[in-house]
């Protein structure tokens, strides 16, 4: 059995190898086209995972049934907010060799490097809570796995993933972008079945709208779920030691072939969002169900409207979504531990103590939707602190060399880091008085 684990081992380190003398070959100018771009697809794919988890799935088909198409912009302003935001955790990577969190570590008085360890874990624990209960969820609804022995099987399965890792980082890559592919289908499926009014999406995509205090609310809440902290860190994780520059050309050349990677993963993303609420608004707020409000509901008024083939993409989508959500945060968990504090603990004590919280609320049987929209609104909460930092760092010369950000980039990355404050504050201050 240890013979068969260690030729496994090796085959994986020399395919891993055979990726980075091909990305070689791409920067050297030797291949163009797709196959240059091929080496160096993974990073975003895993990163954009975060932004189709189940908190995605609760904020925007609550946004969808209760305004209808209305709120569509806010996904797309979201989605570009991500795109920046994530080239950029790319691009500090690329140009330092390290991760935001270790940069933080480094450059930041102790005493704020672990304030911002301690707000990041909470986060992550926030962002892991909203994916397990989701694809607990999405077992108990397709499977009639009662909620307690899905959040178990859940734990065992995404830990088994994350096992991959041991086989470098290409067989990981794959098999969660397989999963990125499948939620795409899944609302490619969905867009046909329920037929949305297109002009209505093209419209309000672009058109901004805010109706009231519950509109904005799930603003927050949709802009949570969509810009996420630990994807901000683990990007910069993800590509700090990929593919190492040698020189300031080769850097630049990488950070192009990076880019293309990010807008490619996360237009996919972009899509899947803007399909949940425009699929909720034709499916549920244009037939009287605007009151849906959580994803049982959802997927049990799905049924009789579209046919049960519809409920079942639905569930099957979000049962990825859940898993694969799951083992990108728990990767975060680990870069976010031993950036900020220098050290790591075992995978499986990880798994085990972001489990617990799941496993609580579901044995008080605390309704899963409200948590995961709770959950995505205490995300939004935390996101100025990895935007800041990254806006920060970025436009520092002395540690990004040949890609400092230009001033557009800067101004643009905190004009949005402003509207997220700006909403957080409206946000606390509605709570606040009632």
Not at 68 to 73: E, I, N, P, T
Not at 92 to 117: F, H, N, Q, Y
Not at 352 to 359: D, E, I, R
Request: proline content about 4%; some cysteine; glycine content about 6%.
């Amino acid at each position: 059995m240890s013979q068969t684990n260690s030729l496994a081992v090796d085959k994986a380190r020399a395919a891993e190898l055979k990726t980075v003398s091909a990305a070689r070959d791409a920067i050297n100018g030797k291949v163009k086209g797709i196959r240059a771009l091929l080496p160096f697809l993974g990073p975003a794919f895993i990163a954009s995972i975060a932004y189709v988890d189940p908190g995605n799935f609760a904020t925007n088909i609550q946004s969808g049934a209760r305004f209808g198409y209305k709120m569509l912009w806010v996904i797309v302003l979201a989605n570009l907010m991500a795109m920046l935001l994530q080239n950029m955790s790319g691009k500090l990577g690329i140009a330092t060799g390290k991760s935001l969190p270790e940069i933080c570590r480094d450059w930041m008085p102790k005493w704020l490097t672990v304030i911002m360890w301690v707000v990041s874990e909470l986060a992550a624990m926030a962002t892991d809570l909203a994916e397990f209960l989701g694809a607990t969820l999405a077992l108990n609804l397709l499977a009639g796995i009662p909620m307690l022995y899905a959040t178990i099987i859940t734990g065992i399965v995404t830990y088994l993933i994350l096992m991959l890792e041991r086989f470098g980082f290409r067989p990981l890559e794959k098999f969660i972008a397989a999963f990125a592919m499948l939620i795409g289908l899944c609302y490619l499926v969905e867009t046909i079945l329920s037929q949305p009014d297109f002009s209505q999406i093209a419209y309000h995509s672009v058109v901004p709208w805010l109706g009231n205090n519950e509109s904005i609310m799930l603003a927050v809440g949709v802009i949570g779920a969509t810009v996420m902290p630990h994807a901000i860190y683990l990007h910069s994780s993800l590509t700090q030691n990929r593919i190492v520059p040698r020189n300031d050309t080769e850097k630049i050349k990488i950070q192009k072939f990076s880019t293309k990677e990010i807008i490619i993963a996360m237009t996919l993303a972009g899509f899947v969002n803007l399909a949940m609420m425009y699929m909720a608004a034709s499916v549920f707020h244009t037939t009287g169900q605007s009151h849906i409000a959580d994803l049982t509901t959802a997927y049990h008024t799905l049924t009789p409207l579209l046919g049960s083939a519809a409920a079942s993409v639905f569930l099957i989508s979000l049962l990825a979504s859940g898993i694969s959500s799951s083992v990108v945060g728990t990767m975060a968990g680990q870069v976010i531990m031993q950036g900020f504090v220098g050290f790591s603990i075992p995978l499986w004590i990880r798994r085990l103590v972001t489990m617990l919280p799941t496993v609580i609320i579901v044995a008080l049987g605390v309704d899963p939707t409200q948590t995961l929209i709770i959950s995505q609104i205490i995300l939004s909460i935390v996101l100025p602190f990895p935007i800041i930092a990254l806006i920060y760092f970025t436009q520092r010369k002395d540690l990004m060399g040949v890609l400092t950000n230009k001033r557009i980039t800067t101004v643009l990355s905190s004009l949005f880091a402003l509207i997220i404050l700006g909403l957080n504050i409206w946000m606390v201050v509605q709570v606040l008085m009632g």
